[in-house]
């Protein structure tokens, strides 16, 4: 079966792929998926580098583990395999091509090259760079352990080479570049080893180190990238464009149409950041100029919108007061535009067929009885849609004009019916006259259908933006959010060549402190500072509820309103035409917002294998992980079996065009909603995929339930998944908000427990219940034996008594795993379930009950002796309590059936010595109970021992079914 990564990046290489790589993928990267994925190639937890040199015997363990854990993460998988990807896609410029031996040698080569990496985090020993016998015993290991024979039959006949460029990659301590010291290779031609192959595995692994497309100019690894070029002889020069500001959509939108603009300039992209591109260009290519790509990029921009906005998608809203329009389709597009477009929107918008306005506006007028009879026949669908398009475009376009009225009542042929004045009979904010003239222009109309209706609305629309143009009665046109959109380019858009646009410190803090103060013409941006003019949050635009965000306002002070940018507000329309959501209901769901960056880096296939799980992700089902993570023993290799991606894109109003196949996501964008009303119901889903987005694809995932990112590159922060303000049962299974790779394991293992205990203890399906997983969480890490009790809860819920032998076997994994989770130095739960086991045992050796009798047959010894200990007064002595509890168990067994006696049913003895025994083991039994469970574990405290007395006997019960089964089947092997 293939893992996730592998299918997303078989599913979108070009055709064309050269067919090594292709086998590389296909072959190859499952192995590096599970061996290299959970290594720290850049980064990691300082914890787990520290216990591994310490292990060591590294004197500078602290100095080594505060060092790397300082920057960034970057797993070893998507380390070796962006590396590998772009000295691959640099390659096709080399003037002597890379023969089919050298393109396996590159392969491997790279994939090695962090060979000690590997070791560091397998806690084993680094050959030294001298020690050449050991490297190649090293790279030799790892390549069986990789399985390399199923890319390359020959490689290990080529293991000199391979082990060279492993450890020959950059010009950095460490190298052993002298022939000599290394057996003589197998490839004819040796020179071949240090130019090309050696330079293009150093441009790969110097490449993934870049964290900001600026780096080539502003770190000496943009110099060191030149310089492998140099001796590469290749005529190219590296250029780059990154955006200072990440704001989601928006930004990818920017990205993708500087991309476009880029490749009319011959400049190929080789690295993509979360912020920009670092190119490929031409070394006589001419810098982009500023304003024609600023008016490019605003087509492309506006076009998207635009063509969604004509189709009555986004841009407009409907409410009992009729239809609005948001300022930015007003700003888009002019009048003359905008108005014959309108009727395609009126038909989108304007389809409560069921249940038509008219009827109920024209009760609001004075009629007579006769009228209102014949205006009966036109009080439908068909009049509201022509009176919201007049009443639209009069209060939009005609807000003053009589000649509109005149023209617009001799257009619908009821002049002499309806007086101007009539036309404009209005209550709050509502317009009923217009509906009036409708009804009486269908109503003398009857037969016309509702097509019909639509197709003469498309006619008087194309008729009145021509006579509006003639008569000159249509304002001029002006487009603030373009010039805003302009200005916010100007200053965060940054192309190689051009001159800072910054603005400084100053300026922004006076924009902001205008924008606060009380001459302020609108409210301040909810979502961002005042850097940019803003308006009223429009319900046709923002994706929350207007003002949702306001503060109350103080006793006696003036009421605060709260604004959304031009900037944001583009953000939100483009969220609303590419996730299909509706204006103003989003947050009624409680979304959690995944934002997904590069581990500094992506490579151009890996970018565009992102961009097919974004935009085609299953929505997962959490039953089927749980069974996934059940079948695979309770192991997290089990996420590369659920299904991930739908075979088909999503049936939704955008699904063909949810993307351009050319659009990639910089920073990747996804969300998750709910049906429940808890919080709990609204991380359960989104904690689930940030952590498994990161396991599986290497990819940095904030979990937030900002509707802004709370960065705007990876660089901003060295974690590799950060969740921020989680439901409590997050914090509670005593996780992190912030992982390193090396917390992944443990945190996934412990989110995946318990999801599936919830599920099977707490849940009626189809209803998970996550609303209680709070319970289930702080009842497990309250105690271990509580996964026990919450099994006999599930069983009594479905009306059973017995489990089935596979509950037993799970409940009781359940519980051995959870123990071993336990990373605490006197580990509780391992101690108790030892001790419950262990009594267990001491007391089968006794007495044992059939697997179909009750609870309570099966218990009887432990409960008895709980029963005792509890109601003996305390001044009894712990040796005489023994005594007389070893003899109630007596005398309670001697009222059992015989064949309960497993030592007085041994025949092979006399009756004598069988009771000496039994005798016996009860006392041991009961030794153990009472020193070592109550005095011991519970202090001597009677009370807690009766607080946790049923916890103690739905353990045992699961214990004794447990070992039952053993030994039965050990008896049966």
């Not at 790279?110 to 990496?117: A, E, S």
């Not at 900037?567 to 947050?587: C, D, H, N, S, T």
């Amino acid at each position: 079966m293939s893992s996730l990564l592998q299918r997303l990046l078989i599913e979108t290489l070009p055709e064309d792929t050269d067919p090594i790589l292709r086998l590389y993928i296909e072959k190859l990267l499952p192995s590096l998926e599970q061996e290299f994925a959970s290594i720290s190639a850049l980064g990691g937890s300082y914890e787990a580098h520290y216990e591994v040199l310490s292990k060591l015997g590294d004197r500078y363990a602290q100095e080594k583990a505060q060092s790397w854990s300082s920057r960034a993460d970057q797993n070893l998988l998507v380390h070796v395999l962006n590396g590998l990807l772009t000295a691959w896609n640099i390659s096709k410029y080399l003037a002597q091509p890379l023969s089919d031996v050298e393109k396996y040698l590159l392969c491997l080569g790279l994939t090695l090259h962090d060979y000690n990496k590997y070791c560091n985090g397998q806690g084993e020993e680094t050959p030294k760079n001298w020690e050449v016998e050991e490297i190649l015993n090293v790279c030799r290991d790892l390549g069986e352990k990789l399985q390399f024979h199923l890319f390359w039959s020959e490689w290990q006949e080529y293991l000199t080479e391979i082990a060279y460029l492993a450890q020959n990659t950059q010009n950095k301590v460490g190298t052993n570049i002298y022939p000599a010291n290394w057996p003589v290779p197998k490839i004819k031609d040796r020179r071949r080893l240090e130019i090309p192959l050696r330079r293009l595995l150093a441009f790969g692994d110097i490449a993934v180190h870049c964290s900001d497309p600026a780096d080539i100019d502003t770190e000496t690894r943009g110099q060191r990238l030149r310089e492998q070029l140099r001796y590469l002889n290749i005529n190219k020069s590296l250029v780059y464009h990154r955006l200072l500001d990440t704001i989601g959509i928006l930004s990818n939108g920017i990205h993708n149409a500087t991309m476009k603009f880029a490749k009319k300039l011959n400049w190929e992209p080789i690295l993509f950041f979360a912020q920009g591109i670092i190119y490929l260009a031409p070394t006589d290519s001419q810098t982009p100029d500023i304003n024609e790509l600023q008016e490019f990029i605003w087509s492309q921009v506006s076009g998207v919108l635009g063509s969604k906005m004509l189709d009555g998608d986004i841009g407009f809203k409907r409410d009992g007061k009729g239809l609005k329009v948001a300022p930015q389709t007003l700003e888009l597009f002019s009048p003359s535009e905008l108005i014959p477009k309108l009727p395609r929107v009126i038909e989108v918008k304007v389809a409560n067929s069921k249940d038509p306005a008219t009827p109920k506006r024209l009760d609001k007028l004075v009629l007579t009885e006769t009228e209102r009879e014949f205006l009966n026949k036109g009080a439908d669908i068909r009049a509201d849609r022509i009176a919201e398009f007049i009443f639209l475009t009069q209060k939009e376009f005609f807000p003053d004009s009589a000649e509109y009225i005149n023209w617009m009542l001799n257009k619908l042929g009821v002049q002499e019916k309806i007086s101007p004045e009539q036309t404009q009979v209005q209550a709050g904010g509502v317009n009923y006259g217009w509906y009036h003239a409708a009804a009486y222009y269908v109503a003398h109309h009857a037969t016309f259908k509702p097509e019909d209706i639509s197709e003469r609305i498309e006619i008087w629309a194309e008729n009145l933006a021509n006579w509006a143009s003639e008569n000159n009665l249509i304002k001029s046109h002006s487009s603030p959010i373009r010039d805003i959109f302009y200005g916010y380019l100007t200053q965060y858009l940054e192309v190689k060549g051009w001159e800072s646009n910054h603005s400084s410190f100053a300026a922004e803090f006076t924009a902001y402190a205008d924008a606060k103060t009380k001459a302020a013409k609108q409210p301040i941006c909810s979502l961002s500072s005042g850097e940019f003019a803003s308006e009223d949050q429009m319900d046709s635009v923002v994706l929350f509820k207007p003002q949702q965000y306001s503060n109350k306002n103080a006793l006696g002070g003036r009421q605060i309103k709260r604004g959304i940018s031009k900037i944001y507000a583009l953000e939100m329309l483009l969220r609303q035409a590419f996730w299909a959501v509706p204006a103003g209901k989003l947050e009624e769901q409680q979304p959690i917002f995944l934002y997904m960056f590069p581990a500094y880096v992506y490579s151009p296939q890996t970018a565009v294998a992102i961009k097919l799980l974004v935009n085609n992700m299953k929505q997962i089902n959490l039953w089927d992980v749980r069974k996934q993570w059940l079948e695979k023993d309770m192991d997290i290799s089990a996420l590369q079996s659920v299904v991930w991606l739908n075979d088909e894109a999503t049936a939704g109003r955008f699904k063909d065009n949810k993307y351009n196949r050319e659009d990639l996501p910089f920073m990747a964008m996804n969300y998750t909603t709910t049906r429940g009303k808890t919080v709990t119901d609204a991380w359960v889903q989104p904690s689930f995929l940030a952590l498994s987005l990161s396991i599986l694809l290497g990819v940095k995932v904030i979990a937030t339930s900002s509707s802004v990112p709370i960065y705007n590159s990876d660089r901003d922060f060295n974690e590799s998944v950060i969740i921020d303000a989680p439901a409590a049962f997050w914090n509670l299974l005593g996780l992190s908000n912030s992982l390193r790779v090396q917390d992944f394991k443990n945190a996934m293992q412990r989110l995946l427990f318990a999801y599936s205990l919830h599920l099977d203890t707490r849940s009626s399906p189809p209803d998970a219940k996550w609303r209680d997983l709070i319970k289930t969480v702080r009842e497990v890490t309250t105690n271990v034996l509580n996964i026990f009790s919450l099994a006999a809860e599930g069983l009594r819920r479905d009306k059973r008594d017995i489990p089935s032998q596979e509950e037993v076997k799970r409940y009781w994994q359940y519980a051995q795993f959870w123990v071993k989770q336990d990373s605490s130095v006197k580990n509780k739960g391992s101690y108790l379930m030892k001790l419950i086991e262990k009594l267990v045992q001491q007391y089968r050796v006794f007495y044992q009950a059939n697997l179909g009798e009750s609870s309570h047959t099966i218990l009887l010894p432990i409960a008895k002796a709980l029963e005792i200990i509890l109601s003996v007064p305390q001044e009894v002595d712990v040796d005489d309590l023994i005594l007389q509890a070893s003899g109630q168990i007596k005398d309670a067994l001697e009222r059992q059936e015989v064949y309960k006696r497993p030592l007085i049913m041994d025949k092979s003895t006399d009756i004598t010595t069988r009771e000496e025994r039994e005798l016996t083991a009860i006392h041991t039994f009961i030794t153990t109970c009472v020193r070592e469970l109550f005095l011991d574990l519970y202090k001597g405290d009677r009370a807690l021992l009766q607080e946790n007395r049923n916890r103690i006997k739905s353990g045992a019960e699961f214990a004794y079914r447990w070992l039952a089964l053993q030994e039965k089947s050990a008896k049966a092997s």
